[in-house]
């Protein structure tokens, strides 16, 4: 430990980084699989083998070999320059190492099994709208965030202690503050909005053969930039992207016969993530600076695609005579007019996306 | 290590194995991604999650403490009855733990980057039919195989080595003195038919469009017992099965268009295999009296499906009517007799599957 040179300990470090990296990426293609195309049965062992693996990561990111580079690394020429590549990265690794080495392995075991466990009874519950199925594993979620939440520290609200691994350095407080600007703002333009005539969306409800909706969504989603040779789309309960690593990012969506919005815009938002994911430098992968800074930044990249992009005019110029063609007696004779108002229409919810929850099956 | 209980090391020993085998079923699951849905794009990477997983197994198969605890059993009253199951386990696990550590990790850890890479490159050369693209990664593997045989040892036979991963304790020898007994009756058994007039293929050579095939076979796989709750059917290049654990065997077939035979006999065939997968006791799971005894067992349990079964008059009294019912326009009015002599004609062939090998697309 002594006399470590600081250029070859942070090469070995990376090596490190680059290891837990991979290993959390197989999790991925696991967590990708369950929700796809596993079967049923496979559930309970899917938890073994993910709580496995979590264990296997947390024991690499957490060896005391990691807090040995690091401090052989810190406060040496290797990060002298602040705005380094280097420095950038030695930075984000001591504080995933110090809040990851507060956490015991059996934690972060059991959540992984636990969540394994109860995503397989919320896609049941949901499919049967039984709420009651699904709390109890909520619960015990709940119980074990809370747990990790309290493990690792925080001034008061607990919250902090997790905000903190999706948004570093933001804390309720500020969240707070941000939501009560955007309602007084927000609330007031939705009533005036509301309080107008509605656009007529019909022609979002009509029939929209699904085997048809997702060609047009894929090749809508590859006009845009998303790599179909370096990821995929299928078909879960609830649409999300998952970029495994180098050149393989996956993104899901779910169709709706009856409503177009539910599959397409979907499909624009995880084509945005995966964009993001895609576009990460990989020659960087495994170290902070390959990976995507914030679930923040994430979400700005998917809802701008969705929706500054995707449901404004000019998207529709282009795309409005290709939705015709691919369903020529579903459109008819319906305007791009009526359309680009259609997928404008706003109205308040209980959820961020399309409100058509209570009536999607 | 001195006074350990060994009814307590047993048990110890047990979970480690069961470790090595949950990282094992990961792999599986990556490799049965890989020739499934994995795009282009995923490959390179998907060799270092391959060699980052077989290097982590090996390095838990192999670990010290294995062999501290094997020695710890051995000789104890736990294995005392040499017919039960921990005398068994023990046994095994001693042949594989001394067979592992003769293997250094980086070897483990290249073979699996090589195979990943090399599965790739055989698909796409397969499809282009152009084997000058598959032949450095097939020398690759053979020289990496031929090193695996010699850090193993063997006395004189260097597939010996090799073999016994397989079918443990058979030699070259062993195998040498079966084909020739086989080929002695088989040669003219297969002369003496091919004299003959040869049954007449036609009907297996019509039209069977791809999702009929795929139901029919999902049917029939099902109906033989293959449990689709703890399992799926799903299209690959090579067709075959993957137990991934307790509750999620996979397997895998591929149609063409214009010949029933291929998928629907391949689909007994995996089926075959899966519910020897699925049939395994659960909670011997990681243990190997809980894994398949040898490649020639499982092998027994496919054929036996496909052709004792599956190509059987009774088995088609029951499924022709429904095949009618499938493809009633492919079918028309050929009769069973007359579809029962075509799955059963007999031709010489380089490989051992339907032998439409040249003209499948």
Redesign the interface.
Known sequence: MNNMNPTDSYAELLRHTR?VA??N??SA??GW?QQ???????????G??LA??AG?AHQKATAPRIGELLAAIENTEVVADPDSLAAANIREIRHSYNRATKLPQRLVEELARVTTTAQQVWQEARSQNAYPLFQPHLEQILALKREEADTIGHTGERYDALLDEYEPGTTTADIQTLFEELSRHLVPLIQQITSRSTPNTEILRREYPVERQRLFAESAAAAIGF??????L?VTTHPFCSG?????CRITTRYNPRFFSEAFFGVLHEAGHGMYEQGLPKDQFGTPSGAYCSLGIHESQSRFWENQIGRSFPFWQHFFPRLKQAFPTTIGSSSLEEFFAAINAVQPSLIRVEADEATYN
């Open positions: 290891d991979v290993l990426s197989c293609v696991l699989d796809t195309y596993m079967p049923q049965g496979g559930a309970a062992f899917r073994e083998q496995l693996l296997l790599d179909f040779q370096a990821g995929r299928d495994f690593g180098p050149g393989d």
